[in-house]
């Protein structure tokens, strides 16, 4: 069993930035993808980003990508999410998700564990 527990939410302005972390209570955290979503007021969880088990490989939702970086340090059992240029729209709650597979990534079927989240609130 994995336990994901995010931090780094908070609220912000516009234009400003945010990391989020997400530590994870297994030492096998370096052979499982890593993945963030994030869910708005009334609406679906959305993919966000996700990073593979080496951090070789990574993948971003159109309306995040040139601004969100995604991490990971298996030393430190931990995966992050660099935040810039944020935008109101980019309120939500953001969830970290660990998967064993590899397939379907931006999907959240493919995720086996997922955190409790961690507010993210950009003010315009």
């Known amino acids: 069993q994995v336990q994901l527990v995010e931090s780094g939410g908070g609220l912000v302005q516009a234009g400003g930035s945010l990391r989020l972390s997400c530590a994870a209570s297994?030492?096998?955290?370096?052979?499982?993808?890593m993945g963030w979503f994030r869910q708005a007021p009334g609406k679906e969880r959305e993919f966000v980003a996700a990073?593979?088990?080496?951090?070789?490989?990574?993948a971003y939702a159109d309306s995040v990508k040139g601004r969100f970086t995604i991490s990971r340090d298996n030393a430190k059992n931990t995966v992050y999410l660099q935040m810039n240029s944020l935008r109101p729209e980019d309120t939500a709650v953001y969830y970290c998700?660990?998967?064993?597979?590899?397939?379907?990534?931006?999907?959240?079927?493919?995720?086996?564990?997922w955190g409790q989240g961690t507010q993210v609130t950009v003010s315009s």
């Open positions: 990073i593979t088990w080496s951090g070789g490989n990574t």
């Open positions: 998700a660990a998967a064993r597979g590899g397939y379907g990534l931006q999907y959240k079927p493919a995720y086996d564990y």
């Open positions: 297994e030492r096998t955290f370096s052979t499982y993808n």
